[in-house]
């Protein structure tokens, strides 16, 4: 809990002569949480009792979620301060690498991890697959529809003729008003990291190269960039940590990491192996500051077995509450 952690926040601050906000979404298996525009109230809570300092320390772990959610954290915390540095205790991937292309350093340890920046939408006209009953829409990857075309042009050595019947395959399989939503977001997400870089002490001459690999010459969403490369290759600001500040770093995150239970999946069938029905909480992303304490993301309801058919049975997630909860 936060009061285990309040010396290590604490000594950050010292260490940095900051005011520390730190912000985690959960990626344990099966309740995963992104980074959404809910964020923002209970960031806005926190800096209004801070209030305008000079330097802000961000420490963040996160998988990633809104780009636009990303974008607004960013220029809400500047709008508090004139410095603004983000601190990676492990995995700060897709939106959690735009939010640090936006601060004017980045702190990485030897296990942190930076990552693509190319985003999925995810439209009501998005394509859809069935999955135990239900039909679920699928995100659709600009890295994957750049891949298909790439793979025509590049492998197969199409032309132009007949890369227009390979996109209107691909039209057939994804609504065209995705295949825009695509379009639109690689082209939303280099703005915006142009536009976030200029925070980065970085050359200018070198941003399109920065905006460019992290957008689609990485390869894979799943590519991770470790602190070496993430100064060296792509010339970010990157600082390493003291011995003192990598201590507070490491224990900060290890007792969220126990908190939010990230290493043990949430498994309904394994937790109804001896019962039919059980409560649950889960704690599934934390929001905290010295002074303003904890905003934590919770997901509470019952778990039950059912009879879907004769002799087969299935799981039923009764959720009665899924939002923010702020504790002192």
């Known amino acids: 809990m936060r009061t285990n952690r309040l010396d290590a926040y604490k000594e950050i601050e010292r260490l940095r002569n900051s005011k520390l906000l730190v ?13 959404g525009a809910d964020i923002i109230a209970p960031f ?7 209030g305008g300092v000079e330097k802000i320390s961000l420490l963040i772990y996160s998988n990633g979620g809104s780009t636009l959610a990303g974008w607004n954290l960013v220029n809400l915390i500047r709008s508090f301060c004139n410095d603004f540095e983000v601190i990676i205790p492990f995995r700060c991937q897709s939106a959690a690498t735009l939010i640090s292309l936006g601060a004017n350093r980045i702190i990485m340890t030897k296990q942190a991890t930076l990552g693509p920046i190319d985003p999925s939408t995810n439209g009501l006209m998005n394509p859809q697959v069935n999955i135990n009953g239900q039909n679920i829409r699928v995100p659709v990857s600009v890295e994957h529809v750049n891949g298909y075309l790439d793979m025509a042009k590049e492998d197969a050595n199409l032309k132009d003729v007949d890369l227009k019947e390979v996109f209107l395959k691909l039209a057939d399989n994804i609504h065209p008003l995705s295949l825009g939503d ?24 070198n941003v399109p190269k920065v905006i460019s690999f992290l957008c689609s010459e990485s390869g894979s969403h799943d590519y991770t960039i470790n602190r070496k490369e993430a100064k060296d290759e792509l010339g970010l600001n990157v600082e390493v940590p003291s011995e003192e500040l990598y201590k507070n770093i490491k224990e900060i995150y290890q007792d969220i990491e126990n908190e939010l239970e990230l290493r043990n999946p949430f498994n309904a069938n394994v937790l109804l192996a001896t019962v039919n029905t059980l409560p649950y909480t889960m704690r599934r992303a934390l929001i905290e500051s010295v002074e303003g304490g904890t905003d934590v993301f919770v997901s509470e309801g019952t778990i039950s077995k059912i009879n879907i058919a004769p002799g087969k049975t299935g799981i039923q997630d009764s959720r009665t509450f899924e939002s923010w909860r702020h504790e002192n």
Not at 188 to 199: G, P, R
């Open 44 to 50: 806005a809570n926190h800096l209004d009792i801070i």
């Open 23 to 35: 912000y985690v979404t959960g990626d344990r298996q099966n309740a995963e949480t992104n980074i």
């Open 182 to 205: 695509v379009y639109k977001a690689k082209s939303q997400i280099k703005m915006l990291a142009e536009k976030l870089l200029k925070y980065h002490t970085i050359e200018v001459t």
